[in-house]
């Protein structure tokens, strides 16, 4: 069970979200990063059995979106519509993420919601009526302090810029309506200390600790100076605050003041997926609005580092967005699934490389893992006319990999379950696929089947087993992360029930040695990992 909630087949589902992404243009690297995380996260819990919620979305309000249609010649719900029908959705089928919910925070399920939400705050004090000045980014959404802007240099000589966008901010005053963040301090720290896990990595906790620590100040939650937004129910020349609309996605999906035992049997999020640079939006306003409304707070904020490009990190702003069709294109989904989450550590900043991904692919995926399966069916094939032999003949070599496997299956669970460390999940199951590998190199198969007294093809059978039935337990804890390809090996090896549906495959049971039944029709299909020819870096 996830140390974090309460996923499981009778209570709560286990609900995990990834941030919802603005529409101003189409989805890139960065954004199929954090997806892909969320996907692999929940197909994991579905195969331990548990009832999984899986909420993706898009964020469709505010002053960037608003420019953005602006300067296309189109409405913003014409942009929004267009965006998501024709890149968002298409895109999301095309890596395989298998959400149950997409939000728009365009739609009436949502906007009748926030409007609800806002008005409560309202009515309990929370809310008051003030004035605000100060430096704005319209790429964040955000007012900015003083002390995090950087001085612009060339073009921007002389400007104040978002340290993440590196565009000049805009000085904005304008009346508002404020939350009274700044009373929620000390009941936050009490939440942080009690809750250390409540924000991951450590590096990300220390900074939100270290923030609200220096003080907190109240949050404008309206804007006066445009239109394109859920209007403020009290007062009709306001809009919500994006970010306040936004963050309110997790509980409007999932039945917030419109469907209570939905709700009650989701809500809060176990697992909230985001990159860094919207983690003080979580970790701080989040939970405070969440407190003032006396609902329950998330299970844990995982913030994933930036992928960077160059030493940048990957925006369309940037110049450095590379489209995650680029690259399926050339090395297949499942490898670029897979590159995601094995290359860097999540939570940490990492660098894409092309070149690492090929050698990555060709070393791991082809040699490694590929290969391996691609040798086991041609000796099944050659040696037992594609019928899996029993194994009758196990000795230390044997119970070597059997302990191995079941060391694995739950390392790898914690690993990836638990404590969503994706990349030492992957290096674990693979270092049982390099230990296969090794095991076959070292028992001689194709030297054991001269032998043909019936202890040999007793040794070779033994041999052949051990191999296949290690390679039916690394297509259930693979799933996850390359379903394509695990299908193909599951189906490969003649195992029973289908992978895809996980009936029955649940990783807990992927290390009981012995769940391939002998007589098993072993079939050499397609490489599953084709070596690849030479292709310049994109």
């Excluded at 699934?337 to 290359?343: Q, V």
């Excluded at 086991?376 to 230390?396: C, I, N, Q, R």
């Excluded at 992957?426 to 296969?436: G, P, Y």
């Amino acid at each position: 069970m996830a140390a974090s909630g309460s996923g499981n087949q009778s209570g709560k589902a286990f609900y995990v979200t990834t941030p919802i992404y603005y529409v101003n243009d189409a989805p890139h690297l960065g954004h199929a990063y954090t997806t892909v995380a969320g996907d692999v996260l929940t197909r994991w819990h579905r195969q331990r059995g548990e009832r999984v919620w899986f909420l993706t979305g898009t964020d469709e309000h505010g002053q960037k979106v608003l420019r953005t249609a602006e300067a296309k010649g189109v409405s913003p719900q014409e942009w929004c519509d267009k965006l998501v029908e024709e890149a968002w959705k298409p895109l999301w089928r095309h890596l395989e993420i298998a959400n149950d919910d997409f939000i728009r925070t365009t739609e009436k399920r949502h906007t009748d919601r926030v409007r609800e939400f806002v008005q409560d705050l309202y009515d309990k004090g929370e809310i008051y009526q003030g004035g605000y000045e100060g430096p704005y980014c319209v790429g964040c959404e955000e007012y900015k302090l003083p002390g995090e802007l950087i001085a612009g240099e060339g073009e921007h000589a002389g400007e104040q810029l978002c340290p993440i966008h590196k565009r000049p901010v805009e000085i904005l005053k304008e009346e508002n309506y404020f939350f009274k963040l700044s009373e929620y301090g000390d009941r936050l720290l009490a939440h942080y200390e009690a809750n250390p896990d409540f924000i991951q990595p450590e590096s990300a906790r220390n900074e939100v600790v270290n923030f609200v620590r220096q003080g907190l100040q109240d949050l404008s939650i309206s804007r006066s100076t445009f239109d394109w937004g859920v209007p403020v129910p009290w007062d009709g020349r306001h809009v919500i605050y994006v970010w306040v609309d936004a963050l309110l996605n997790y509980a409007t999906a999932v039945g917030y003041n419109q469907n209570q035992d939905t709700f009650e049997g989701s809500f809060p999020a176990d697992v909230h997926l985001i990159g860094k640079d919207i983690l003080r939006f979580h970790a701080v306003i989040w939970p405070a609005l969440l407190m003032a409304n006396g609902l329950r707070l998330p299970g844990r904020i995982v913030a994933n580092g930036w992928l960077l490009v160059g030493g940048e990190k990957m925006s369309k702003s940037n110049l450095t967005g590379i489209s995650p069709r680029d690259i399926t294109s050339h090395f297949g989904v499942d490898a670029f699934r897979w590159y995601l989450l094995r290359a860097i550590a999540y939570g940490q900043d990492g660098s894409f490389s092309w070149e690492d991904l090929a050698a990555r692919y060709t070393s791991e995926l082809a040699n490694d893992y590929g290969n391996l399966a691609s040798r086991v069916a041609a000796m099944v094939g050659k040696y037992f006319d594609g019928v899996l032999p029993e194994a009758t003949a196990d000795g230390e070599a044997e119970r070597a990999v059997h302990d191995s496997l079941a060391k694995t299956v739950a390392e790898a669970d914690r690993k990836i379950g638990d404590d969503v460390e994706f990349q030492a999940g992957i290096q674990t199951i693979f270092d049982f696929v390099k230990q296969v590998n090794g095991y076959i190199s070292e028992q001689e198969p194709w030297k054991v089947a001269k032998d043909d007294s019936p202890e040999g093809r007793a040794r070779l059978a033994t041999i052949l087993y051990t191999a296949a039935e290690s390679l039916r337990a690394v297509a259930v804890l693979l799933n996850p992360f390359m379903p394509e390809s695990s299908q193909r090996l599951w189906e490969s090896l003649g195992a029973e029930p289908a992978l895809g549906a996980l009936a029955g495959q649940r990783v807990q049971d992927a290390g009981e040695w012995g769940r391939l039944p002998a007589g098993s029709t072993i079939t050499k299909g397609a490489v599953l990992f084709p070596r690849l020819e030479d292709k310049p870096g994109a």
